[in-house]
């Protein structure tokens, strides 16, 4: 392939994202689990650095960079590897420190600049979240090199709210223009499409609980501001009158995805209030939300770009059912999770073979996008 030639981002990140993502959570349960220590980089709260510096970051990376050439997705690609490689197997260096926020940065200053042309705030602010998101990886990188504050782990817990943050802004604007779509279709005007009151009033929320999760004495407030995303994101979801689109398998899982965020923000905050440990609550929106969320969105833009369609039902369906299995295990797991380790296996099992099944639907979407491809330059 010429080095000028634009290709998709999405077909060189999403299928190496979602083997990162396959690979990453059982190595961690063996580095433990077994006794090893191996790999170094996926013990001790490591598995949600690369879960959110670098699986996250690469599927932000597929879905805004849009076709690109190589001399700028090249390098960015060789980046992000050697940040994910280094990490793995020595976590500790000044390398592997440097590379996550290296990436982040460089990812940055390609995608920020395309979300600037909007002329409304709502329409512009996802440039901004993704450059906070990008941020973090920057601040974490400071911790572990010595800064006092915050601490790593409550770093990594407003980390998980940025991503919630983000996922309720883009999987907003993903899922109501294909509702409104398939409903204008039937003939079904669907008037609450954007909902722009409850998705600003969801973009200033989550951004006040990401600042207060940052000071312990406002964790009651924190799971008061929660609460409230919460309802406000299960309200935006019932206004999309999703019911009427029962025949749309990818939009009602899309939809599960979106629900869990609001399940997630909900447990969250009940575990806030109640004093309890938050990890379990936290993993509700890192499994069943940006499991659900981004293993839909990855077959939808492939089955697209290369057929034309929608995902076949029996493959969002099996996303559906696979988050499903693992988020429900892990959460039962519960804050000490390492005495459960059969609901930890079965969760990274579910997981795992989830975004091993929808990478090889990827590599075959991929290689069916290029016969097309040839076959429509043969024909010119």
Request: aromatic residues 10%; proline residues 6%; contains cysteine.
């Amino acid at each position: 392939m010429s080095s000028g030639k634009p290709l998709h981002a999405f077909w060189l990140f999403f299928p190496t994202a979602a083997s990162w993502a396959a690979m990453v959570v059982p190595l961690s349960l063996y580095a433990v689990l077994s006794g090893s220590g191996w790999p170094p980089g996926l013990i001790d709260g490591g598995h949600g650095h690369e879960l959110i510096f670098g699986f996250a970051l690469a599927l932000i990376a597929g879905y805004t960079l849009g076709p690109q050439p190589w001399r700028i997705l090249g390098p960015l690609f060789i980046l992000w590897l050697a940040a994910r490689v280094s990490w793995l197997l020595a976590p500790d260096t000044v390398t592997a420190q440097l590379l996550s926020p290296a990436f982040a940065l460089l990812l940055a200053w390609h995608v920020v600049p395309r979300f600037q042309a909007a002329k409304k705030w709502r329409n512009k602010i996802a440039g901004p979240l993704i450059l906070v998101l990008c941020l973090l990886a920057v601040a974490f990188c400071l911790v572990q090199l010595g800064l006092p504050w915050p601490e790593r782990d409550r770093l990594m817990h407003v980390a998980i709210l940025g991503l919630l943050l983000l996922m309720t802004f883009m999987g907003g604007r993903i899922i109501a223009p294909a509702v409104a779509g398939t409903l204008e279709k039937r003939g079904i005007a669907l008037e609450a499409r954007v909902q722009p009151r409850i998705e600003g009033a969801l973009l200033v929320l989550l951004i006040l609980a990401m600042a207060l999760l940052l000071v312990t004495p406002f964790r009651d407030l924190t799971g008061s501001v929660l609460l409230v995303c919460a309802l406000l994101i299960t309200l935006r979801v019932a206004r999309w009158k999703l019911w009427h689109c029962r025949q749309r398998a990818d939009l009602l899982v899309l939809a599960f995805g979106y629900l869990w965020l609001g399940v997630g923000a909900a447990l969250a905050a009940g575990h806030l209030l109640t004093s309890k440990e938050l990890l379990p609550a936290l993993h509700v929106i890192t499994i069943g939300a940006l499991g659900t969320l981004s293993c839909s969105v990855m077959l939808r833009l492939a089955w697209q770009r290369a057929h034309r369609t929608f995902p076949p039902n029996w493959q969002v369906w099996s996303v559906a059912g696979a988050m499903l299995v693992a988020v429900s295990a892990r959460y039962l797991a519960g804050g000490s999770p390492w005495s459960h380790p059969g609901l930890l296996w079965l969760a990274a099992g579910a997981w795992s073979l989830c975004y091993l099944g929808v990478c090889w639907q990827l590599l075959r979407l991929f290689r069916a996008d290029r016969r097309r491809r040839v076959r429509s330059q043969a024909s010119v």
